[in-house]
């Protein structure tokens, strides 16, 4: 099963935008248990089981990511040294695929294998505006680390990395960009990212 999951987060290499702020602050604990239980409400939900209602859940899912993720400083990260270098529309353009993209792909990933696990908060770490929660989903067999990593953004907790069993998204897709730019060009990425995002457009 941890294949499975790394599989997804490979696959979706080339993908990930921009936080809504809501509200006042929960505690960061607070934050992701709230976010973890909204997404197995849906998922666990009698009326939308089956692949009929996919699409309904995907759609409730992925507002759930858009809401408590800081695409906008997860996007900076994922490029490393070169998002300094880039001009105006160049970020605009690859901040609006980052968020697609990895909205998509985290919401695929919690559709395929996010379903009636138990999950164990373990523990809570915070230094000013970042913090760092440990939890582990619980399968039969099989318990699998998940670190969330949260900074405070205008005074509301955001989520800009996550950690699987010692993966981290935000630097797996650091090092998917650094390759293609520094073999090709950042225009090359761009462009594969736009593809990317065509293919989920797509009508299947």
Do not use: C
Not at 26 to 44: C, D, G, H, Y
Not at 58 to 69: P, Q, S, V
Not at 149 to 155: D, M, R
Request: charged share 25%; hydrophobic share 40%; aromatic share 10%.
């Amino acid at each position: 099963m941890r294949s499975k999951i790394f599989m997804v987060i490979l696959f979706f290499g080339l993908s990930l935008g921009l936080h809504q702020i809501r509200g006042h602050a929960e505690t960061p604990a607070a934050q992701v248990r709230t976010m973890l239980e909204k997404v197995m409400s849906i998922q666990t939900d009698p009326k939308l089981q089956g692949s009929a209602f996919r699409d309904q859940r995907r759609a409730a899912i992925k507002k759930i990511i858009g809401e408590n993720f800081d695409f906008n400083a997860m996007a900076r990260q994922a490029l490393g040294q070169y998002w300094g270098e880039l001009n105006e529309s160049e970020w605009a353009e690859f901040k609006a695929l980052f968020q697609d993209l990895f909205q998509e792909s985290y919401t695929k990933l919690v559709l395929d294998f996010l379903k009636r696990e138990k999950i164990l908060y373990n523990q809570e770490e915070t230094r000013q505006d970042q913090a760092l929660i440990s939890t582990t989903i619980v399968r039969v067999n099989e318990e699998i680390p998940v670190d969330y990593s949260l900074t405070l953004v205008q005074g509301q907790w955001a989520v800009d990395d996550v950690t699987i069993d010692g993966v981290s998204i935000v630097r797996n897709y650091r090092q998917s960009f650094t390759r293609v730019i520094q073999r090709e060009s950042f225009q090359s990425l761009l462009k594969k990212m736009r593809l990317q995002q065509q293919a989920i457009e797509k009508p299947s």
